[in-house]
Nanobody
Framework: QRRLVESGGGLVQPGGSLRLSCESS???????????MAWYRQAPGKQRELVAS???????NYLDSVKGRFTISRDNRKRAAYLEMNSLQPEDTAVYFC?????????WGQGTQVTVSS
């Protein structure tokens, strides 16, 4: 059983918005709450990069190129994380992965494709 499943990717025009969701399963609430949730992305021929993270204390960090455009959030009761992406540009095109780390876990989702094109 997959521990993390991403959804919400798709095709969007430049300047558009998407909201990605990361749903978890099989993680007890106390462990999930103690973990850091993060979104990574990987474009064809490029290295995987950290896009955004949110800690157990809800402190956030963002890749410089997405700061001010993307917002990461989490809902501990639902054991889910989200990435709101605004003002999308072709350079944001990539497969986006959700990860849960810390609190004794290291789980990754299968990825969801985001394509920004006119």
């Amino acid at each position: 059983q997959r521990r993390l499943v991403e959804s919400g990717g798709g095709l969007v025009q430049p300047g558009g918005s998407l909201r990605l969701s990361c749903e978890s399963s099989g993680i007890i609430l106390s462990v999930y709450t103690a973990s850091t949730m993060a979104w990574y992305r990987q474009a064809p021929g490029k290295q995987r990069e950290l896009v955004a993270s949110i800690s157990s204390d809800r402190a956030t960090n963002y890749l410089d190129s997405v700061k001010g455009r993307f917002t990461i959030s989490r809902d501990n009761r639902k054991r889910a994380a989200y990435l709101e992406m605004n003002s999308l540009q072709p350079e944001d095109t990539a497969v986006y992965f959700c990860a849960a780390t810390g609190g004794g876990i290291d789980y990754w989702g299968q990825g969801t494709q985001v394509t920004v094109s006119s």
